[in-house]
Nanobody, 121 residues
Framework: QRQLVESGGRLVQPGGSLRLSCHAARMITSVFNPNLWAWYRQAPGKERELVASITPDSVRNYADSVGGRFTISRDNARKTVYLQMSNLKPEDTAVYYC????????????WGQGTQVTVSS
């Protein structure tokens, strides 16, 4: 069983909405809860980029490209991190991944398989 399981991606039209989920399947809650969690994305031919992060006490940060359109949240009891995406644009097309971040802001777990989001008419 993979450590991180992302889901929710699909084909959506421009202007549409999606909610992605990331379940830390093999992590116990006492390990999940203190972590800062983040969503990344990787578009074809581009490097993986940080999209949003959320601290243990739910302070959120966003990349400029998604601010005001995306919302990151967490459910500690379910060991799940969400990314609510609205007003989607073709440039949001990418594989989306989640990860826990170290104190220096670096991803610290093995990457999951990600979930594909395609924004196209």
């Amino acid at each position: 069983q993979r450590q991180l399981v992302e889901s929710g991606g699909r084909l959506v039209q421009p202007g549409g909405s999606l909610r992605l989920s990331c379940h830390a399947a093999r992590m116990i809650t006492s390990v999940f809860n203190p972590n800062l969690w983040a969503w990344y994305r990787q578009a074809p031919g581009k490097e993986r980029e940080l999209v949003a992060s959320i601290t243990p006490d739910s302070v959120r940060n966003y990349a400029d490209s998604v601010g005001g359109r995306f919302t990151i949240s967490r459910d500690n009891a379910r060991k799940t991190v969400y990314l609510q995406m609205s007003n989607l644009k073709p440039e949001d097309t990418a594989v989306y991944y989640c990860n826990a971040l170290s104190n220096t802001g670096q991803p610290k777990l093995n990457w999951g398989q990600g979930t594909q989001v395609t924004v196209s008419s």
